[in-house]
Structures are given as structure tokens and as C-alpha cells.
């Protein structure tokens, strides 16, 4: 459930860096797009988890929630994940 939030997140944020959401081709004023997604394992106190990591097509977006090269999701991430969870 907790890479679900993440990647919902992230999802979000490859949105504002290109400018449209994933399906609003006619709003592109951009010639970069998505190109897929890469797996990342990121290791939390519950266990492992494999988090889906949105790419772009000129490599210009940077994760701000899980950085590059980070492998861990923070205590901070955790706590505002398992509330998001007992809120749905």
C-alpha cells in the first residue's frame, strides 16, 4: 500500500515538471514525455518494497520524494504514508 502512495506521488510530480498530466496530450507544450518506469527496492522498517520510478524521454526529471540513489524510505515518509492509509 505504501508504494502505491509513492508512486502516486511521484507520478504527480513527473506531471508538474513536463507540464500535463498523463492522458492531456492537447495541453504538451513540451517535446520531452514519459518514457516508462524504472524499479527501485527501497528498504523500510516493514520490510523491502519495489517502488515503480517514472522516467522522461531527455532524462531531465529529478525525484524530489525518493532521490536518485537513495535506498530508504525515511521514518517521516513512513508516518505521512500510514495516515494517508487510514484516511481511505
Known amino acids: ?3 502505491s502512495i509513492l508512486e502516486g506521488v511521484l507520478d504527480e ?3 508538474k515538471e513536463l507540464g500535463y498530466s498523463k492522458y492531456d496530450y492537447r495541453n504538451k507544450k513540451t ?3 514519459r518514457n516508462g518506469h524504472s524499479k527501485k527496492t527501497m ?3 516493514y520490510g523491502d518494497m519495489d517502488v515503480s520510478i517514472p522516467r ?3 532524462g531531465e526529471y529529478e525525484p524530489q520524494l525518493i532521490k536518485k540513489y537513495q535506498n530508504t524510505v525515511t521514518q517521516d515518509m513512513e508516518e505521512k504514508s500510514f495516515l494517508c492509509m487510514q484516511k481511505e
Open 43 to 45: 528498504h523500510t522498517s
Open 1 to 3: 500500500m505504501m508504494s
Open 31 to 33: 517535446d520531452n514525455s
Open 13 to 15: 510530480e513527473l506531471d
Open 56 to 58: 522522461d524521454r531527455n
